[in-house]
């Protein structure tokens, strides 16, 4: 790798610093190219990507990034998963490590916040963002159902005490 792609490596994984809402730093070791290709795949579906970065040129890429505190998770070897959205990265990590002991996490940052291990397994068990948008339509639409319901509610009432006294009649 000559020195133009040094810098332009730099440059990106600056941007991936910069811009994700979560960065995952975990170990790959002993790993094999179909799971890493699963771990890519599940990480596309969750809206999260994943980068294997030296660690020097990572390090270079941290200097002056509001999560630079991950430097020192940067040993080994090292595998990045981020995400814009500050939860989708740290779930796929979660469960893909859930079903490999060979994918080890180290910690992270959430912005300017180092996360530890325990750190990450915390935000992975929060409800993502699309979740929540989900969550908050639900509860803005349920005032008008339960309006909706009791305003058709006395027509239906009427509709079953009118249905009685015609069985009684008959």
Do not use: W
Request: charge should be negative; hydrophobic fraction near 45%; proline fraction near 3%.
């Amino acid at each position: 790798m000559d020195r133009a792609q040094k810098e332009k490596l730099v440059e990106e994984l600056g941007q991936i610093f910069e811009s994700s809402g979560v960065v995952v730093v975990s170990h790959y070791a002993g790993l094999t190219v179909a799971e890493m290709q699963d771990l890519r795949a599940r990480a596309r579906e969750n809206g999260s990507s994943v980068r294997v970065a030296k660690n020097r040129l990572a390090k270079i890429a941290l200097d002056g990034k509001p999560c630079a505190s991950i430097a020192d998770y940067l040993t080994g070897m090292t595998v990045l998963t981020y995400s814009e959205d500050p939860v989708a990265a740290a779930k796929v990590s979660e469960d893909f490590a859930k079903g490999n002991d060979k994918f080890v996490i180290l910690g992270g940052a959430m912005g300017e916040n180092a996360l530890d291990r325990a750190g990450v397994t915390a935000v992975s068990k929060m409800p993502s963002r699309e979740e929540l948008i989900s969550t908050i339509a639900g509860m803005l639409g349920a005032p008008a159902s339960n309006i909706a319901g009791a305003i058709g509610a006395p027509a239906s009432n009427i509709a079953s005490i009118l249905s009685t006294i015609e069985e009684k009649a008959a």
